[in-house]
């Protein structure tokens, strides 16, 4: 069992920043994959960024050159640094852990990430 907690969502301007950091627990975390989703009102929760237990990334094409994801496995961390923010970014963000071809998928509770025009 592997329990997410994510932190630094907030209310932000249009153009400004924001850091998301998602804390893991359990002693295995370097070989989860870790990922950010996002949830906006009336829509589907959709991908935001991945990184691989070796850091290989993928980012959804609508955050591409103004989002990165990052780990730190020494601390059981991801984090999402989200620059150039649009109000179309608003949404609740979730971390994601998994291994892949395993039924080991975790989620977190979500951050709100609110952007204003």
């Known amino acids: 069992q592997v329990q997410l907690v994510e932190s630094g969502g907030g209310l932000v301007q249009a153009g400004g920043s924001l850091r998301l950091s998602c804390a893991a627990s359990?002693?295995?975390?370097?070989?989860?994959?870790m990922g950010w989703y996002r949830q906006a009102p009336g829509k589907q929760r959709e991908l935001v960024a991945t990184i691989t237990s070796d850091g290989g990334t993928n980012n959804a094409d609508s955050v591409k050159g103004r989002f990165t994801i990052s780990r730190e496995n020494a601390k059981n961390t991801v984090v999402l640094q989200m620059n150039s923010l649009k109000p179309e970014d608003t949404a609740v963000y979730y971390c994601?852990?998994?291994?892949?071809?395993?039924?080991?998928?975790?989620w977190g509770q979500g951050t709100q990430v609110t952007v204003s025009s």
């Open positions: 994601n852990a998994r291994i892949p071809g395993t039924l080991q998928n975790y």
């Open positions: 359990g002693r295995i975390f370097r070989l989860y994959t």
